[in-house]
């Protein structure tokens, strides 16, 4: 029957006696979405584990093939969609980039960019903290997150008339300015959430039983993270300071500042295990709150809203690629989001327009950090990586 059931890369006779083959997924809540795993067991311990993808093809690479550069946007936003303002924005600096408007955009406009993409990565991490403390069995968690979360899609609804898939960042500058008296529900949001993060670290990062389920398990080592260009907070719960905004130091977050947390070994837990993982993602939300703040400060001072300020001033009505191949990157929430566009001079439509998904090569690694461990610690590894599945498929 197993070798009936395809695909499968595990076959009888390659399997000990005492070994067992099991599917997780791809409808199974801890898979986070519709992925398949193989699983080689024996007993309660897993031998191997094999990840199935294509469950959830977006076709994302073909349709761009025959859309405008704009038009392609709302595809974006479906890719990884718990971050469709950032997705939005790694492709439309790439396109900035290919037209020569780098640098040259108002600095209103930049620092827009800054804020809506940081508060959407304040609202992705605490899916990814909320579903992990489902994952190992801790219910509230997930209730504070998404309550919380609450506030970030209704001030993104407010600014782009979307909760989830915004098409707000276009290429050359915004759909339209920010509503009146968002940079002041900004500020009263990062003062509100700044007092909520501390109750979570009591909830979840010192919870004996927490550690217990995520200390030591799962660890990557720096190494093997570097050789399947992990990136994002698995590279960095790994001990490798590599944040894109710091590299890059793409818009104005070279006049930002804040810190890029690492991943440090800590009572039971260690360098590139699970906890560590979940460690980065929550101090990352307290880095993010210290950009807030400092792009309302910047809105609502230096870089104010004037009667003559138009967010499409720079936007082309046709866009004409100068540099016709193309990479461009930016750092997402789960890591490094790239678009590499093989563009037509005459045209406004892209030859090539092919996506890199962090989650795609944070997924790959999955056999690496499973094997030995106990099935229930499995769950928890999986809910660690904090994957798309709609990144890793496309």
């Given at each position: 029957m197993l070798a009936r059931s395809a695909p499968a890369r595990t076959q009888l006779e390659g399997l000990h006696t005492q070994e067992m083959v099991l599917?997780?997924?791809?409808?199974?809540?801890?898979?986070?979405?519709?992925?398949?795993?193989?699983?080689?067991?024996?007993?309660?311990?897993?031998?191997?584990?094999?990840?199935?993808?294509?469950?959830?093809?977006?076709?994302?690479?073909?349709?761009?093939?025959?859309?405008?550069?704009?038009?392609i946007i709302p595809y974006v936003d479906r890719?990884?969609?718990?971050?469709?303002?950032?997705?939005?924005?790694?492709?439309?600096?790439?396109?900035?980039?290919?037209?020569?408007?780098?640098?040259?955009?108002?600095?209103?406009?930049?620092?827009?960019?800054v804020l809506v993409a940081e508060l959407n990565r304040i609202a992705s991490h605490l899916v990814a903290i909320g579903?992990?403390?489902?994952?190992?069995?801790?219910?509230?968690?997930?209730?504070?997150c998404m309550r919380d979360r609450e506030h970030i899609l209704n001030m993104l609804e407010?600014?782009?008339?979307?909760?989830?898939?915004?098409?707000?960042?276009?290429?050359?500058?915004?759909?339209?300015?920010?509503?009146?008296?968002?940079?002041?529900?900004?500020?009263e949001f990062a003062d509100y959430f700044s007092r909520k993060l501390p109750e979570l670290d009591t909830l979840l990062t010192t919870n004996h039983l927490f550690v217990k389920r995520t200390a030591g398990v799962g660890v990557l080592p720096l190494g093997t993270a570097v050789n399947y260009a992990a990136s994002g907070p698995i590279l960095r719960a790994s001990g490798l300071r590599w944040d894109l905004r710091r590299i890059d130091g793409y818009s104005v977050y070279p006049e930002?500042?804040?810190?890029?947390?690492?991943?440090?070994?800590?009572?039971?837990?260690?360098?590139?295990?699970?906890?560590?993982?979940?460690?980065?993602?929550a101090q990352e939300m307290k880095e993010s709150v210290k950009i807030i703040r400092q792009c309302v400060a910047a809105l609502l001072g230096e870089h104010k809203r004037t009667p003559?300020?138009?967010?499409?001033?720079?936007?082309?009505?046709?866009?004409?690629?100068?540099?016709?191949?193309?990479?461009?990157?930016?750092?997402?929430?789960?890591?490094e989001t790239g678009f590499y566009f093989i563009g037509d001079p005459k045209r406004d439509i892209p030859y090539r327009c092919k996506a890199r998904g962090a989650?795609?090569?944070?997924?790959?690694?999955?056999?690496?950090?499973?094997?030995?461990?106990?099935?229930?610690?499995?769950?928890?590894?999986?809910?660690?990586?904090?994957?798309?599945?709609?990144?890793?498929?496309?």
């Open positions: 599917n997780m997924g791809p409808q199974h809540p801890s898979t986070h979405g519709v992925l398949r795993l193989e699983i080689v067991t024996d007993g309660e311990m897993v031998v191997d584990v094999v990840p199935h993808l294509g469950y959830m093809h977006r076709c994302f690479e073909k349709h761009a093939e025959s859309l405008t550069y704009q038009q890719i990884d969609y718990l971050a469709a303002m950032n997705g939005e924005w790694a492709f439309i600096m790439g396109v900035e980039q290919m037209m020569g408007l780098t640098g040259k955009l108002p600095k209103r406009i930049e620092y827009i960019r579903t992990f403390g489902l994952d190992v069995g801790a219910w509230t968690p997930f209730l504070w407010w600014a782009s008339g979307a909760r989830l898939l915004y098409n707000y960042l276009w290429v050359g500058g915004l759909y339209y300015d920010l509503p009146v008296g968002f940079e002041q529900r900004a500020a930002l500042e804040f810190d890029t947390p690492v991943g440090k070994n800590d009572g039971q837990a260690v360098i590139g295990d699970t906890w560590n993982r979940y460690w980065v993602r003559d300020f138009d967010p499409r001033a720079m936007c082309p009505k046709k866009l004409r690629p100068t540099h016709t191949e193309y990479y461009s990157r930016a750092e997402n929430p789960r890591g989650s795609f090569c944070n997924l790959s690694l999955l056999p690496e950090i499973s094997r030995g461990v106990l099935i229930a610690d499995l769950v928890a590894i999986v809910g660690s990586l904090d994957f798309v599945l709609c990144e890793v498929d496309r």
